[in-house]
């Protein structure tokens, strides 16, 4: 795989991820009662945004887990050995 179609696949994991968790709110409503950006989150879903550090730290806490736990259902959701990096 080449490494444009890999962080795809990482953006589709945090889209789909992201979607399923917030689950039947709105984009609206879970952005509002967490102070984020209903158009990152919007882009997000969509798999068009490579969000910041700082915003996968606040989708954590907006789902209530610790951003490590976020991360690790993300990786989940990616082919076994998975790796930016061609070796």
Same mark, same amino acid.
């Given at each position: 795989? =080449?490494?444009?179609?890999? $962080? ?10 992201? $979607? $399923?968790?917030?689950?039947? %709110?709105?984009? +609206?409503?879970?952005?509002?009662? =967490?102070? #984020?950006? !209903?158009?990152?989150?919007? !882009? #997000? &879903?969509? +798999? ?6 700082? !915003?996968?730290? %606040?989708?954590? &806490?907006?789902?209530?887990? $610790?951003?490590? =736990?976020? #991360? %690790? ?6 082919? &076994? =050995? ?6």
């Amino acid at each position: 795989m =080449n490494n444009e179609r890999n $962080k795809q696949l990482i953006l589709e994991a945090l889209g789909k991820l992201t $979607k $399923k968790l917030r689950g039947e %709110k709105s984009q +609206f409503m879970f952005c509002s009662e =967490n102070d #984020i950006s !209903t158009s990152i989150v919007s !882009t #997000i &879903e969509r +798999f068009l945004k490579d969000p910041q550090l700082t !915003t996968v730290f %606040k989708l954590a &806490e907006a789902f209530d887990m $610790k951003p490590s =736990n976020f #991360i %690790k259902l993300i990786e989940e959701e990616l082919p &076994e =050995n998975f790796s930016l990096i061609e070796k």
